[in-house]
């Protein structure tokens, strides 16, 4: 039995080492990725193609581009989202209303100085507006906002800082973006602050926010039933991942 085991272990080392040496002599079968296969105790196992002397063992990430003197940014999505500080009848506490809508598009173009650039806009349809109460919504549509006459609001910008001139591909920084908002046919200035996150596949996204009175748009506050009253204050947040193009 011994010599027969012996024998068989002779009979595998040698057409192991055969298929080897005819597949590759010198570090193994090729494999996808820049890797290969080792025989090692009988069965094959991966390493990278970096794995010799001097390797590390793990892939290379492929380094991130340049940053770019200025960037034409395109909106690949956003939410617009109100919030209120509002007392309902029966409640102690106050509540928080906050309605959201995705129908937001437009584009930032930076320039080379790290001005904004002429055709920078975003606009936000406010018809899509929606909270967690239909009522509210309602209001809001007909009385506050009235968007059958005034559908849309729109941000103008015309200032940028905290924005490097030379725009990485990661990374994050602060913004603070300031522009002209039109809601209800009214324009007033008004100063975003939020972040920005970089990510090397030319995308930029992030959040801002500002905040404005009801008066400050001659807006109607929200009066219904079950609500007492409602806060002076409306913050307004911006979610936005733009593209480079």
């Given amino acids: 039995m011994e010599a027969k085991a012996a024998e068989n272990k002779e009979d595998f080392d040698e057409t192991s080492i055969g298929t080897i040496s005819r597949q590759d002599r010198m570090g193994g079968v090729p494999c996808a990725h820049g890797q290969r296969s080792i025989l090692h105790g009988g069965c094959f196992v991966s390493c990278s193609a970096d794995s010799g002397p001097g390797g590390s063992g793990h892939m290379q990430r492929t380094p991130p581009p340049p940053p770019t003197a200025g960037a034409n940014l395109q909106l690949l999505n956003g939410t617009a989202s109100y919030q209120v500080t509002e007392q309902l009848v029966g409640i102690s506490f106050p509540n928080q209303a906050i309605g959201n809508s995705t129908a937001v598009a437009g584009t930032l173009n930076i320039a080379p100085d790290g001005s904004i650039a002429p055709g920078s806009k975003l606009t936000v349809d406010l018809r899509g507006l929606k909270s967690d109460q239909e009522m509210r919504d309602n209001y809001i549509q007909k009385r506050t906002l009235q968007t059958d006459q005034y559908p849309t609001a729109v941000f103008v910008p015309t200032k940028i800082e905290g924005m490097p001139k030379m725009i990485p591909w990661q990374g994050q920084t602060g913004v ?49 039933a079950r609500l007492m009253g409602v806060g002076d204050k409306i913050d307004l947040n911006v979610v936005f991942k733009f593209k480079r193009t």
């Fill in 176 to 224: 603070e973006i300031t522009g002209d908002l039109t809601v209800h046919g009214v324009t007033k200035p008004v100063t975003f602050q939020g972040i920005a996150t970089f990510d090397r596949d030319g995308t930029i996204a992030g959040r801002a926010m500002t905040s404005f009175d009801f008066a400050t748009f001659g807006l109607t506050k929200p009066s219904i």
